[in-house]
């Protein structure tokens, strides 16, 4: 069956500190890795991932994906409380609709 | 329109009614989700709308769940004879075509009473 497996489920940091939050997956026919950031309502897109070792960057966040070891992680640099939120990563196969599989999130709290 | 909208955003209802909840996506997306997000969880899949093509359904936890679109336009998720496990906020989501991102609405939440 495939799943997404994210962690760690929760994290509080001081703003300042870098973060990693990983993202590991098994999917029949892997096609694309999505990243998104939900506060209160709607999750919004951060990255797409298709290929490995190519890392994409947003100002203080970045990610990059591992298509051999089948995971992916996001960085943030010098965090703000305006990252506090719940991060999602979700994966997309071949198979069907191309449908997607999403992780239950790691829950960022960034304290000032 | 600029974003995908998703009504009513609220919906407070007794066990055992019907809803029926609207989603609008972005005008030009072909593709079209609904999940589901129950409280501290992550999204949970019920079904997937590509252009003319049949829709995957695979995610329906039941057959009280269905859910129409008509076109590349407006899509509504119908949930008969609700149950308490029914509550959670339900999630639209359009994208361009199968292999680009999806866009989020804010969801509806949906408490059964």
């Known amino acids: 069956e495939d799943k997404v497996v994210q962690s760690p489920l929760s994290l509080v940091v001081h703003e300042g500190d870098t973060v990693t939050l990983n993202c590991s997956y098994e999917v029949t026919n892997f096609r694309s890795l999505l990243w998104y950031k939900q506060e209160k309502k709607a999750p919004t897109f951060l990255f797409m991932l298709t290929s490995s070792g190519i890392e994409k960057k947003s100002g203080r966040l970045s990610s990059i994906l591992d298509k051999k070891e089948l995971f992916s992680i996001l960085n943030i640099t010098a965090t703000q409380t305006g990252d506090s939120a719940v991060y999602l990563c979700a994966v997309g196969d071949r198979e069907g609709t191309y449908k997607y599989i999403f992780g239950t999130g790691t829950r960022l709290k960034v304290l000032a | 329109g600029a974003g995908v909208s998703q009504s009513p955003s609220n919906k407070v209802t007794e066990k055992g009614k019907d809803v029926e909840l609207r989603c609008d996506p972005i005008?030009?997306?072909?593709?079209l989700y609904w999940y589901r997000q129950r409280l501290g969880q992550g999204l949970e899949f019920l079904i997937y709308?590509?252009?003319?093509?049949?829709?995957?359904k695979s995610g329906l936890p039941s057959d009280r769940f269905s859910a129409e679109r008509t076109g590349e336009s407006v899509s509504t998720l119908t949930i008969q004879r609700t149950q308490q496990e029914d509550s959670a906020v339900y999630l639209c989501?359009?994208?361009?075509?199968?292999?680009?991102?999806?866009?989020f609405g804010d969801g509806t939440r949906l408490s059964i009473l």
């Open positions: 005008s030009g997306h072909t593709a």
């Open positions: 709308f590509q252009g003319n093509s049949a829709p995957d």
């Open positions: 989501a359009s994208s361009e075509g199968r292999v680009q991102p999806q866009h």
